[in-house]
């Protein structure tokens, strides 16, 4: 019995998992083809021997990951015991005592759906038709004639995130040989979203390390330069991670140049209300493009202007020339999320129904959010004044306050971020990103000598 056994194991042929490198587009195309495929090849189906036959695991080749850039951070913050620890990595909003915060329009919202006693059953595929609704006129405006004429094709998403990674699996089905269009730098997820929707993706210029502010010339020419017909993705307000967003007139001359290569404008708009602290001045750079009669995608996000992380709430809208068009495009989007989560959590989208949809919650929900952007140009200000006080070299720190949004790009660069959080517990991205969301008026002071020594004190 015991050799009929061991002559089983000897005999069973194991599929073990072998490492595809990371981020590699040509390998993650090539591996498309089945013949191509390093779980198909010889070595993945190989015999095991007696030695490693009972041990060995099916993921031996299963590397480990890197931890995410952003998300990662807030990992080593909790593992952190020292007191004096702040997290300035992801762009969360805190209250001036650096607690989370839960909106009271979004309270009041699922008051009422406890009330009403709303049910659980499936969305449609497209996520709720209220949500939908209110989430394209805030973005577009209600009387704008592309919602009027029905030429928007809008899905509830997954948040921002999800919102944009249908999208970019709608670029790779229908556009395959196109290619997207970055920012140098842009938010980290957007190269990791692209590679795993298979849309090749090159990076134009935007920041300017010497001015401390946008390569205007540099981001036209590079927009120029693209193939035709790219998809120019663009950050709609408070550019993530530099905070530095074109002027009314450069974006005009960015249309100008998306429109004379014929590039198809995708925005991602994450922070809607939460930059100016105005939504309809935050939507300005959107509403122009529709405007100027561009056909564009736009993706939403309500985590950060209703608080509403957690929830994973936004949507996809792609403005269309005609409403069949609109028709056709919503209707292949449908296909493309069913495969991939079915329909959208109802949670989030009601609450957004109800804040967006009822007037005075409407308006309550303004007042919150100016007040959120007003705590974070406060200590955007006082920061720029410690910075400015107790740096006696004479370096000028106003870039702090010319960059708007929650976030501030310090020029402080890898070892000089490692340096505050090494020596001062302060966490923040490895490209020198803090959030000023997660900083008080009271830690400041702390946070201004700890970039003054990081700056000075570290090559
Ligand atoms: N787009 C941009 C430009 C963002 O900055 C973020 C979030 C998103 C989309 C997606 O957010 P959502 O999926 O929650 O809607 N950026 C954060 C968080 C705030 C993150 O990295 O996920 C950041 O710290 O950069």
């Not at 409403?323 to 989208?349: C, E, F, I, W």
Request: with cysteine.
């Amino acid at each position: 019995m015991a050799s009929a056994l061991a002559s089983v194991a000897l005999s069973t042929t194991f599929a073990r998992a072998v490492p595809l490198p990371e981020n590699s587009m040509v390998q993650r195309i090539g591996a498309e083809k089945k013949h191509d495929n390093p779980l198909f090849k010889g070595k993945a189906f190989r015999r095991v021997s007696m030695a490693v036959s009972v041990n060995v695991s099916r993921f031996e080749g299963v590397t480990m990951a890197p931890p995410d850039p952003i998300l990662g951070v807030s990992e080593a913050f909790r593992a952190d015991t020292n007191d004096l620890k702040l997290n300035l990595g992801v762009g969360a909003y805190r209250t001036e005592e650096l607690q989370p915060y839960v909106l009271n329009v979004v309270k009041k919202a699922e008051k009422l759906m406890l009330e009403r006693g709303e049910n659980k059953e499936y969305l449609p595929i497209e996520g709720l038709a209220a949500f939908n609704k209110v989430t394209a006129e805030l973005l577009f405006g209600a009387d704008n004639s592309v919602i009027q004429e029905g030429r928007v094709a809008t899905i509830q998403g997954l948040s921002g995130t999800g919102s944009l990674r249908l999208a970019a699996a709608f670029i790779h089905r229908y556009f395959p040989d196109a290619k997207a269009l970055i920012s140098s730098p842009t938010w980290g997820n957007h190269k990791n979203i692209f590679n795993d929707a298979r849309v090749p993706w090159s990076e134009y210029r935007y920041y300017d390390p010497r001015t401390v502010g946008l390569d205007f010339d540099g981001m036209v020419a590079d927009i120029k330069a693209a193939p035709d017909g790219s998809f120019v993705l663009l950050h709609g307000c408070a550019h993530n991670p530099t905070g530095i967003d074109p002027t009314p007139e450069q974006w005009e001359k960015i249309a100008d140049v998306i429109q004379e290569k014929n590039h198809i404008p995708f925005f991602d708009v994450a922070y809607q209300g939460f930059a100016s602290g105005s939504l309809d001045a935050d939507a300005y750079s959107v509403r122009l493009f529709v405007r100027r009669g561009f056909e564009l995608l736009v993706a939403q996000s309500y985590s950060k202007n209703l608080g509403l992380y957690a929830e994973r709430i936004g949507a996809i809208n792609v403005v269309c020339s005609s409403s069949d068009a609109g028709t056709r495009v919503k209707s292949q989007l449908k296909r493309l999320a069913r495969p991939m989560y079915s329909n959208p959590p109802v949670h989030g989208a009601r609450i957004v129904a109800n804040v967006v949809g009822d007037p005075n919650l409407f308006n309550e929900w303004k007042q919150e959010m100016e007040l959120m952007a007003g705590r974070i140009k406060n200590v955007r200000q006082r920061l720029y004044e410690n910075l400015s006080e107790k740096d006696k070299s004479g370096k000028d720190w106003s870039f702090v306050l010319k960059q708007i949004g929650m976030f501030s790009y310090t020029g402080l660069h890898k070892a000089q971020s490692d340096h505050m959080t090494d020596k001062w517990h302060i966490y923040m991205t490895k490209d020198g990103r803090i959030s000023l969301a997660g900083l008080s008026l009271s830690k400041c002071e702390y946070l201004a000598d700890a970039i003054i020594d990081s700056f000075h004190n570290v090559d």
